[in-house]
């Protein structure tokens, strides 16, 4: 699955971006999808993933209540609505596709996008 990104871009604290990523290649129906970042010097970290398993949606601590994933599997995209941004939520944001939740939580994913960049400004 080719992943692609787009919508990252600047804001100042307090505003909204939203992200999306299309997939190629394979429909989305069958994974795990979601999102993660990287901030400069620190570790990739999970943000958001979405599948239609009972595990359902599940987010990271950190972004609770500020950010909410989506998809289209008829489009196979992804969507992270993002609000009330800070300064914390800069990083590039990667979009991922895997077969197994429990590694996907973990960073282990099939499928990498190239990530977008959001910058928050405070």
């Known amino acids: 699955v080719l992943l692609v990104e787009s919508g990252g871009g600047s804001v100042q604290a307090g505003g909204s971006l939203s992200l999306s990523c299309a997939g190629a290649?394979?429909?989305?129906?069958?994974?795990?999808v979601g999102w993660f970042r990287q901030a400069p010097g620190k570790e990739r970290e999970f943000v958001a993933g979405?599948?239609?398993?009972?595990?359902?949606?599940r987010y990271a601590d950190s972004i609770m209540g500020r950010f909410a994933i989506s998809r289209d599997d008829a489009k196979n995209i992804v969507y992270l609505r993002m609000n009330n941004l800070t300064s914390e939520d800069s990083a590039v944001y990667y979009c991922?596709?895997?077969?197994?939740?429990?590694?996907?939580?973990?960073?282990?994913?099939?499928?990498w996008g190239q990530g977008t960049q959001v910058t928050v400004s405070s």
């Open positions: 290649g394979r429909s989305f129906s069958e994974y795990v």
């Open positions: 991922a596709a895997g077969l197994t939740y429990e590694k996907f939580l973990q960073g282990i994913c099939d499928y």
């Open positions: 979405s599948t239609w398993s009972l595990y359902g949606t």
